[in-house]
């Protein structure tokens, strides 16, 4: 099977080779859902290189994740680069990649050569389809990369230590800034072992001021994942995990007289409380109640020995983050892939939503700003009801979305105070403060979002 396609950008080719070559770039064109780069912090195209994947999101075992190994082979011409399976899922897979200069810019040419296993020969056309939406995936997200990163041309590299890098935002945000040329350093709570590394233990409240000299922004992601069940232990340890690190950092780098300027600090819509009909929530809207309201006031009042010492804080409130690499989302795809998805909550509910990508890119935007500060909603200018995320879901993936999920399906998975707080949730938040301080959202419109998350090719009318 052939699978041959090619894409404009005006961007010159010598911009789009020094993207490829930039640790991050296999990161970035590659769907968090799909698989994971073992090496994320290296980089290049160079002939040899053996590249490790693993397959599938994250959240599996590592059992069910099949390694697949690529090595970096000769190109024929024209193409300037290939890859070429030593290992893997495919009986042959083959992947030629040129990068030419074009009249307004650079056109980028792809060819596959993919050989099924035997047993699987007659699903070539619907596999065909799939690598296509890789494909189409990895052209937008080339593409909104660079202009990203040209919007923002001309400012100096900076130096970041990110503390949750290896989580679903964090790995794709310290992949953005490498690709941008920037250094990454990534907080790891054990010993450094990689170069850049910084050890801390945020519950031993260790972390060592000369670690941190020469970085210029830190990024606090850390904490427990909140979507498990809200066992009192798990309330417990969600708190500590947010409120010990967010001191630490803020402490340190409070007393550091020639330290980090800036830290940018993880937040979330349920600062507000999870239902707050009829009101459109600012940034100046006071916090409502509930578990998840008292620890973000909380985790947010941390950071105040950092601000009151001068430090740019920002405090990026996060709404719904879309990936099919986890979250929300992820559960909701077999259901709909099976017939039986649709709305998890009243159908007039509203939902504050946010691409991965988009979210990424707020990060990155606010990281490299001088001026943004203060809390910001970090959601998609599109709010939209629940029974309208539950048909555009089932639009983009041809499945039905008529049957409203039972409520006990969440309660059980988080107990019920937690699908409470986190599922029967209405909260239209504004994003105008994040807009005004510059960021431009990719992804505005949900089923648009949706499509390029979950690698459809685009409706009619759409690029």
């Not at 599938?56 to 024929?76: I, K, M, S, V």
């Not at 519950?203 to 990024?219: F, H, I, K, M, S």
């Not at 993936?397 to 988080?414: D, F, I």
């Amino acid at each position: 099977m052939r699978i041959e396609t090619r894409y404009h950008l005006e961007h010159p080719r010598d911009e789009v080779n020094a993207w490829l070559e930039r640790p991050g770039a296999l990161t970035r064109l590659t769907p968090p859902g799909l698989a994971t780069a073992e090496d994320a912090a290296e980089g290049g195209t160079r002939q040899g290189r053996l590249v490790g994947v693993r397959l599938g999101p994250t959240l599996l075992p590592q059992p069910l994740r099949p390694r697949w190994l690529l090595r970096h082979a000769d190109a024929t011409a024209p193409f300037d680069f290939a890859d070429q399976q030593v290992r893997g899922p495919w009986r042959t897979w083959r992947h030629e990649h040129a990068v030419e200069q074009s009249r307004s810019g650079a056109a980028v040419h792809d060819r596959l050569e993919v050989e099924l296993p035997r047993r699987l020969e007659r699903w070539e056309p619907r596999v065909g389809e799939l690598v296509r939406g890789v494909l189409h995936f990895r052209a937008r997200q080339l593409r909104e990369d660079l202009a990203f990163h040209a919007a923002r041309a001309g400012r100096r590299p900076l130096t970041v230590a990110i503390a949750g890098s290896s989580g679903l935002i964090g790995s794709q945000l310290a992949a953005l800034l490498r690709t941008g040329g920037h250094t990454v350093r990534p907080l790891v709570r054990r010993a450094a072992a990689a170069p850049g590394e910084i050890s801390w233990d945020p519950q031993g409240g260790r972390l060592d001021p000369a670690d941190l000299e020469g970085v210029d922004v830190v990024v606090n992601l850390g904490g427990r994942s909140i979507a498990t069940r809200w066992t009192a232990p798990a309330r417990a340890e969600i708190r500590a995990s947010r409120l010990a690190g967010t001191t630490l950092l803020s402490r340190t780098l409070a007393g550091m007289a020639d330290g980090p300027t800036a830290l940018v600090q993880a937040s979330a819509i349920g600062y507000y409380g999870p239902r707050r009909p009829g009101e459109k929530l600012v940034e100046d809207s006071g916090p409502g109640e509930g578990f998840l309201a008292e620890v973000v006031r909380d985790w947010e009042a941390a950071t105040t020995p950092a601000r009151e010492a001068g430090l740019r804080v920002a405090l990026l409130r996060t709404g719904l983050v879309l990936s099919d690499g986890g979250g929300s989302l992820l559960p909701q795809l077999p259901l709909f892939l099976a017939g039986v998805g649709g709305r998890l909550t009243a159908r007039d509910a509203a939902i504050s939503w946010i691409s991965l990508d988009d979210m990424v890119r707020a990060y990155a935007h606010v990281i490299l700003s001088s001026t943004a500060a203060g809390p910001l909603n970090t959601v998609a200018p599109g709010t939209v009801t629940a029974g309208e995320f539950a048909r555009a879901l089932g639009r983009v993936l041809h499945r039905p979305a008529l049957l409203p999920v039972p409520a006990a399906g969440p309660a059980l998975l988080l107990g019920c105070a937690g699908a409470d707080e986190l599922i029967r949730t209405d909260q239209d938040v504004s994003d105008d403060r994040l807009r005004r301080s510059g960021f431009e959202p990719a992804h505005p419109e949900l089923e648009h979002a949706l499509r390029h998350l979950l690698r459809q090719m685009p409706a009619e009318g759409e690029e």
